[in-house]
């Protein structure tokens, strides 16, 4: 599956609001600082039928250092979540499930490929 970088969504807005490159990419610039100070401010950000962006609290706990198997004490930190909303989840689902990207490559074909390969 292909990775969407910030250039192709100020491409595909551009393109479909009729916006220059240079004003889609001042207003998502815009929106993603919004949404990083609003996070670092503790705010939940709730987007309808998109999803709710939150922080999560998490205790203090013992851990593990995986090379050296060494005990190290984490201290309380607050860590940025993402909770989809139930229309998007059915949407990427079916989407998905019936095995065509919206390119038009069938997932089910890439797959087997990929496998092939590896």
């Given at each position: 599956m292909k990775s969407m970088t910030k250039a192709d969504i100020v491409d595909r807005i551009a393109h479909a609001t009729g916006m220059t490159k240079v004003e889609t990419d001042a207003v998502v610039d815009g929106f993603l600082k919004?949404?990083?100070e609003a996070l670092a401010d503790g705010e939940r950000i709730e987007l309808r039928d998109f999803g709710v962006f939150a922080v999560k609290k998490r205790r203090p706990r013992a851990a593990?250092?995986?090379?050296?198997?060494?005990?190290?004490?984490?201290?309380?930190?607050?860590?940025?979540?993402?909770k989809v909303s139930r229309k998007l989840r059915a949407r990427v689902d079916i989407n998905l499930k019936s095995g065509k990207a919206k390119n038009g490559t069938n997932l089910r074909t890439t797959r087997k490929i990929a496998q092939a390969v590896a």
């Amino acid at each position: 599956m292909k990775s969407m970088t910030k250039a192709d969504i100020v491409d595909r807005i551009a393109h479909a609001t009729g916006m220059t490159k240079v004003e889609t990419d001042a207003v998502v610039d815009g929106f993603l600082k919004t949404v990083g100070e609003a996070l670092a401010d503790g705010e939940r950000i709730e987007l309808r039928d998109f999803g709710v962006f939150a922080v999560k609290k998490r205790r203090p706990r013992a851990a593990r250092n995986p090379r050296t198997g060494e005990p190290v004490e984490l201290e309380e930190r607050f860590v940025p979540t993402f909770k989809v909303s139930r229309k998007l989840r059915a949407r990427v689902d079916i989407n998905l499930k019936s095995g065509k990207a919206k390119n038009g490559t069938n997932l089910r074909t890439t797959r087997k490929i990929a496998q092939a390969v590896a």
